[in-house]
């Protein structure tokens, strides 16, 4: 068994009828047990990549190994996969347990009914939903659904879990929930798990690691820490984190970067961070709010035009170049709206890309 490449996606393409090219030769593996969510903006490829992992899309190119065998030509059916639709997909006339069981009853999973039903009440009582049994789908809350569905995905043992955006019709706080519960329920099930989703703090919070797509290409393959310290690129940047990072048009010029309206030098950037050698010319320099905050030797004067509170911290939002950019502070910091702050940068944390995105501090 290769434990590392449990799924392995090899030079995967896809081009629908039309003509659109929505995966672009991607490539990338999964380690056995891990959960691994596929992130990316509305309209990137995540579930177009699902549905060929999950045989009901075929590749144009590329090959999809589980466990090290190439399944391209395998049925869904004997892919050994279990799948968990957006909108749960349960049969409406069936009560929960037959929804659950209902796996076991067909095709290659069949078991005896008594075992079949014993195996549903596992799952269900993993997945908290033993005393609604008998119930309709109908009658259960979003968040009930979902977990018959995660029971029903589950009960035939598959080998690999897919799960397609399970939690965007819940609300805000059942999602926080359900998220966890799902993390805890693969982990102690062992299942390799592939999670779409285009919430990145979603994905932050349960991936043991991210896939970020934008149109139909990786962007950066990696654990949650790496994308939000250390990002690939602009748009990785830009992707991960809340608030949103800030942005500044730069000019490099000898030894000074400077902005509109205030300038650091060159020689202050902690040189092991330089990718490459910082030419002259135009960039564009980031920085997350927590990294730009209040300090007497500031180099950038700004004047608070709006304060947010969102929990245990404050931002402080301000004007530059005409857009808005964001101070993160904590709850303490007096600072109000019209205040007129001096603003540091930590210049070991921020980021500075070409304007074509790619990363060169
Ligand atoms: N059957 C199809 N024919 C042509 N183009 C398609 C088809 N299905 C999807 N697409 C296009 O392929 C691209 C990827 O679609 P896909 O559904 O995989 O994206 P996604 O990342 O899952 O988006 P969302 O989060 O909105 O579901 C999109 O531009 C979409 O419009």
Redesign the pocket.
């Known amino acids: 068994m290769n434990e590392e490449k449990f799924v392995e996606v090899k030079d995967l393409r896809k081009v629908?009828?039309?003509g659109?090219e929505?995966i672009k030769n991607v490539s990338f593996s999964v380690k056995k047990g891990d959960l691994v969510c596929l992130l990316?903006p509305?309209?990137?490829?995540?579930?177009?990549i699902l549905n060929m992992l999950a045989g009901l899309l075929n590749p144009t190119s590329g090959e999809i190994l589980f466990d090290g065998k190439n399944v391209v030509n395998v049925e869904p059916k004997d892919r050994e996969i279990g799948y968990v639709f957006q909108n749960y997909a349960l049969y409406p006339h069936m009560t929960v347990l037959q929804n659950v069981m209902f796996p076991l009853t067909v095709g290659k999973t069949k078991r005896p009914k008594e075992e079949a039903e014993k195996i549903a009440k596992k799952y269900m009582a993993l997945t908290q939903i033993t005393d609604l049994a008998n119930q309709k789908p109908g009658n259960l809350s979003g968040g009930q659904q979902q977990r018959v569905a995660i029971a029903r995905a589950l009960v035939g043992e598959p080998k690999i879990l897919l799960m397609d955006?399970p939690l965007s019709n819940l609300d805000a706080r059942l999602r926080l929930k359900i998220r966890e519960e799902i993390r805890a329920l693969v982990k102690e099930v062992g299942i390799t798990t592939l999670f779409?989703t285009?919430d990145q703090e979603e994905a932050l919070s349960i991936g043991d690691k991210i896939i970020l797509f934008n149109n139909g290409v990786i962007q950066q393959d990696d654990n949650g820490q790496n994308f939000y310290l250390e990002p690939k690129n602009h748009f990785v940047a830009n992707f991960i984190g809340n608030p949103v990072i800030d942005n500044f048009a730069v000019t490099v010029e000898k030894d000074e970067i400077k902005a509109s309206d205030f300038t650091i030098k060159v020689s202050d950037l902690d040189k092991q961070r330089l990718r490459k050698q910082l030419v002259d010319g135009s960039y564009i320099l980031s920085v997350r709010p927590e990294n730009i905050t209040p300090a007497d030797n500031g180099e950038l004067a700004a004047k608070i035009v709006d304060v947010e509170l969102i929990g245990r911290e404050r931002i402080l939002k301000f004007n530059h170049d005409g857009q808005q950019a964001r101070s993160l502070v904590n709850l303490e910091v007096p600072i109000k709206a019209g205040d007129k702050v001096r603003l540091k940068l930590r210049l070991d944390r921020i980021f500075i890309f070409t304007p074509e995105g790619e990363r060169i501090y």
């Open positions: 629908y009828d039309n659109h929505a990316g509305s309209g990137c490829g995540k579930t177009t955006e779409v285009h």
